[in-house]
């Protein structure tokens, strides 16, 4: 693997573009970055500035990306990673156009069209801070790079909970996990739980049906996945239900072996014994970075109105990290089109009061 010098994606060394430059090769993601890269070594200026700031790629953040581009706007997207949380579905079934496509598989798609069908300035890295100055705000990275835009959007998406129970901090990565895993076998034919009762953990529930012996759900709740996964879960002969339990803690020695659940409002604590316990409780949104500027709602979700625009003029939002209702990847999609649509106009009319004045 390499590193693209001017967006930090790793790339392969086979497929990827390559430049030789003052006798070093450089592999680039695509011709965009390539080309950028060209540029900037002949003027030695890094661009910093741009129109628009998209930050995270998620499915929010790279439609407002591709959108951002196919409008023509001079715009940039910072992200962690690509993808979001996406990349964690292994069977997605309500996305439009695909009966059926994994989430890498979607996000591969999704990241060809911001690097190849339409180019558009990204950088693989952690946006830690963001402050408002005269014209627009300034964007601060984790590598402390400075980058300013007149228009923002905020596509953070959300990250997992933790139960915050005993043993959870001792036993993670070793018997714990958060979501999905790539590789099952170290529970092939063992007793395994999943916590939680939403898509995700029922999406967890269908993996493991095959590998492991049995599946404990334990769910403080009604299960709130959609039926049609549900109808097929509830089938299957190795597992089972606890609707209104509680997790109260993970026990082992150097590896988990057990967890203790109690219903609801009753004293007495059940011992299951499992070599795996996968932790599906929801996320919450990544609104820290703006939390000084916009408005949030109790959840911590950024407020919006129909058009992504927040409480602070120049700031949109879209997709989970706001209060839009429906948690899914279409609808983060949907939301981080409008986005983009919402802030070019935005920027169309700053450049209409600029002739006015
Ligand atoms: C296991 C699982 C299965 C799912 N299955 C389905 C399904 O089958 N169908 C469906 O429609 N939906 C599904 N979902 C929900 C769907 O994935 C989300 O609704 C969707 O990904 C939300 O997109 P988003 O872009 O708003 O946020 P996210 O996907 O959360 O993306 C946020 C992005 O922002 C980046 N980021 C965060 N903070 C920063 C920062 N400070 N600086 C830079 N970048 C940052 C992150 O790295 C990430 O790239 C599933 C979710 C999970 C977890």
């Given at each position: 693997?390499?590193?693209?010098?001017?967006?930090?994606?790793?790339?392969?060394?086979?497929?990827?573009?390559?430049?030789?430059?003052?006798?070093?090769?450089?592999?680039?993601?695509?011709?965009?970055?390539?080309?950028?890269?060209?540029?900037?070594?002949?003027?030695?200026?890094?661009?910093?500035?741009?129109?628009?700031?998209?930050?995270?790629?998620?499915?929010?953040?790279?439609?407002?990306?591709?959108?951002?581009?196919?409008?023509?706007?001079?715009?940039?997207?910072?992200?962690?990673?690509?993808?979001?949380?996406?990349?964690?579905?292994?069977?997605?079934?309500?996305?439009?156009?695909?009966?059926?496509?994994?989430?890498?598989?979607?996000?591969?798609?999704?990241?060809?069209?911001?690097?190849?069908?339409?180019?558009?300035?990204?950088?693989?890295?952690?946006?830690?801070?963001?402050?408002?100055?005269?014209?627009?705000?300034?964007?601060?990275?984790?590598?402390?790079?400075?980058?300013?835009?007149?228009?923002?959007?905020?596509?953070?998406?959300?990250?997992?909970?933790?139960?915050?129970?005993?043993?959870?901090?001792?036993?993670?990565?070793?018997?714990?996990?958060?979501?999905?895993?790539?590789?099952?076998?170290?529970?092939?034919?063992?007793?395994?739980?999943?916590?939680?009762g939403?898509?995700?953990?029922?999406?967890?529930?269908?993996?493991?049906?095959?590998?492991?012996?049995?599946?404990?759900?334990?769910s403080?709740?009604k299960l709130t996945a959609?039926?049609?996964?549900i109808?097929?879960?509830?089938?299957?002969?190795?597992?089972?239900?606890?609707?209104?339990?509680?997790?109260?803690?993970?026990?082992?020695?150097?590896?988990?072996?057990?967890?203790?659940?109690?219903?609801?409002?009753?004293?007495?604590?059940?011992?299951?014994?499992?070599?795996?316990?996968?932790?599906?409780?929801?996320?919450?949104?990544?609104?820290?970075?703006?939390?000084?500027?916009?408005?949030?709602?109790?959840?911590?979700?950024?407020?919006?109105?129909?058009?992504?625009?927040?409480?602070?003029?120049?700031?949109?939002?879209?997709?989970?990290?706001?209060?839009?209702?429906?948690?899914?990847?279409?609808?983060?999609?949907?939301?981080?089109?409008?986005?983009?649509?919402?802030?070019?106009?935005?920027?169309?009319?700053?450049?209409?009061?600029?002739?006015?004045?």
């Open positions: 693997m390499k590193k693209d010098p001017v967006c930090n994606m790793d790339v392969r060394e086979d497929d990827a573009i390559t430049a030789e430059c003052d006798g070093l090769p450089y592999y680039f993601c695509s011709e965009g970055c390539k080309e950028k890269f060209l540029k900037e070594r002949t003027c030695k200026v890094p661009r910093t500035s741009y129109d628009l700031i998209v930050i995270g790629g998620g499915p929010a953040g790279l439609t407002a990306a591709v959108y951002a581009a196919t409008l023509k706007m001079d715009a940039f997207i910072i992200t962690k990673d690509l993808g979001g949380q996406a990349v964690d579905s292994t069977k997605i079934e309500n996305y439009m156009g695909f009966d059926f496509i994994t989430g890498p598989e979607l996000v591969e798609k999704f990241q060809y069209q911001l690097i190849h069908s339409h180019y558009i300035d990204h950088l693989i890295s952690e946006v830690e801070k963001i402050e408002t100055v005269e014209g627009g705000f300034n964007v601060t990275t984790s590598e402390l790079n400075k980058y300013f835009a007149k228009t923002l959007i905020i596509a953070t998406g959300m990250t997992r909970r933790r139960l915050n129970v005993d043993g959870e901090d001792s036993f993670q990565r070793r018997g714990v996990f958060y979501g999905n895993i790539q590789d099952f076998s170290f529970i092939h034919g063992e007793e395994v739980a999943v916590i939680g939403g898509n995700s953990a029922l999406q967890i529930v269908e993996n493991l049906h095959t590998v492991a012996k049995n599946i404990h759900l334990v403080d709740a959609d039926p049609v996964i109808e097929r879960v509830v089938q299957f002969k190795n597992f089972h239900k606890y609707e209104g339990f509680k997790v109260i803690e993970f026990t082992g020695d150097s590896m988990l072996s057990h967890i203790r659940i109690r219903e609801k409002a009753k004293a007495e604590a059940i011992n299951i014994p499992v070599k795996g316990v996968f932790i599906a409780i929801g996320l919450k949104p990544n609104s820290s970075i703006v939390s000084h500027l916009v408005k949030l709602n109790e959840k911590g979700e950024i407020i919006v109105n129909p058009d992504c625009s927040t409480s602070y003029p120049g700031i949109f939002a879209a997709g989970d990290v706001t209060d839009a209702f429906g948690k899914r990847i279409i609808i983060a999609s949907g939301e981080g089109a409008k986005a983009a649509l919402a802030a070019r106009q935005y920027i169309l009319d700053l450049r209409r009061k600029l002739y006015d004045e």
